[in-house]
């Protein structure tokens, strides 16, 4: 199985999407949302990991680094989960649609920031559900092909 973060996938991914009038929400860290997901992954959550102010994303505001859980990808290895994917306020206000009193696990973002700060990695500006295919699209790209067994 394998356990992705997005820090390579959002590396220079900072396509804009703004909603005009979309509400405003406070984030802080440790917040679980629901959100807008893409319909294979109904009742999936995301986890405000850690938020970070940096001049580089000064137009975009603070960076959000969550994890998410309770993705579908089918045929591919993975586990269902994002460790790591750095969104701004814009994407997340166009995204979620209320705190969730889940306690559900999460992973830890582990060496994602990390990485993503090696990296120079831009941040997610389409909502969560567009950038959970973006992820999608860009992984089944890398990984190998699996035999059908036919």
Known sequence: MYRVGLAGVA?????????????????AQGQVWEYRTRPEDKGSLLKIQQIDVLPEFAKT????HVSIIGLHFDGLPLDGTLRHAPFSKSALDASVTKRSSSKAVFPQIGDGVAEWTQARGGVFTVSVAEAVSFAEQTLRKQMPTQPTGR
């Open 11 to 27: 590396l220079a991914f900072t396509a804009g999407l703004a909603v005009a009038g979309s509400p405003s929400k406070q984030y």
């Open 61 to 64: 505001g603070p960076v959000y």
